[in-house]
């Protein structure tokens, strides 16, 4: 029994038909998701939940913004080059690639976080350094 890629839980003739707002309905999804997130990151941190912040919001911020700048080469490929292919696939490449960035920033977020760490660790010592001497 192989699966099919043209199906997707009874709605492929619905996803297939409006494939132009696939594109839009998938990419407003990724943007709005983020602002949405963003504001209740902002409230938690208000609310000194620093924990929740930094262990499911800022991670899964980071699963979304990383799945818009890896999604937008497969769509380009997908909807310019090769026209034929159905809504429904570019759907699937969609969930793919959410899932797989979500599946390395859970197993590489220390490492991440050690990142951008460092990079404000260096803007704060450059700005120690260009201060005006007084």
Not at 30 to 59: E, H, M, Q
Not at 78 to 86: A, H, L, M, Q, T
Request: hydrophobic share 50%; aromatic share 14%; net charge positive.
């Amino acid at each position: 029994m192989e699966f099919n890629f043209n199906t997707f839980f009874g709605y492929e003739d619905k996803i297939n038909a409006l494939k132009d707002m696939v594109l839009i309905y998938g990419f407003a999804t990724i943007i709005f998701g983020s602002v949405a997130i963003l504001i209740i990151g902002t409230i938690t941190r208000k609310l000194g939940l620093v924990y929740i912040n930094s262990k499911i919001i800022s991670p899964l911020m980071l699963c979304l913004g990383l799945t818009l700048l890896v999604a937008i080469l497969p769509t380009i490929v997908f909807y310019v080059v090769s026209y034929d292919i159905s809504g429904v696939k570019l759907l699937y490449s969609w969930i793919t690639i959410f899932v797989g960035m979500t599946l390395f920033v859970i197993f590489n977020l220390k490492t991440i976080k050690s990142v951008f760490h460092g990079f404000g660790m260096v803007s704060e010592q450059e700005e120690f350094r260009n201060r005006r001497r007084k």
